[in-house]
């Protein structure tokens, strides 16, 4: 009897690990491994650098997006110390963000922007959406 109950209790336990472990795997096969962390400063000079470069900014242009680069991402960092935010709020600040941008571009440069950002989303791997 208490051979059989000794067995039983070792299929359910192996069996508990297993659906615990399955369950862990397909979250984060489905990308549930939390948010993605904010760039860090050198990051965050290149990613400037690089739209510096791809718009023929002017070096006032360049240091104010750089400005804006580093309050989004302060800001963006603040929320998600704050707790987890909606992907509505990150929407909202990432459009208020670029519009904050635009402004400070030329007509053509705002193209540009726009052709820029498109290639940088298309590059991105994609999460799939719920």
């Not at 739209?51 to 963006?76: I, N, R």
């Not at 987890?84 to 941008?101: A, H, L, Q, Y």
């Amino acid at each position: 009897m208490k051979r059989k109950f000794k067995n039983l209790a070792s299929i359910m336990l192996v069996s508990m690990i297993i659906l615990i472990s399955g369950n862990s795997l397909q979250a984060q096969q489905r990308g549930q491994q939390g948010p993605p962390t904010t760039p860090s400063d050198d990051q965050i000079e290149k990613m400037v650098e690089d739209l510096a470069q791809a718009l023929s900014l002017t070096d006032e242009q360049e240091k104010l997006v750089s400005e804006k680069y580093f309050a989004h991402f302060e800001e963006v960092e603040k929320k998600m110390k704050a707790g987890r935010p909606s992907r509505k709020d990150m929407e909202s600040m990432k459009t208020d963000f670029e519009k904050e941008v635009k402004l400070l571009l030329t007509d053509d440069q705002k193209k540009l922007y726009d052709a820029y950002k498109k290639k940088q989303n298309q590059s991105r791997p994609q999460r799939r959406k719920k």
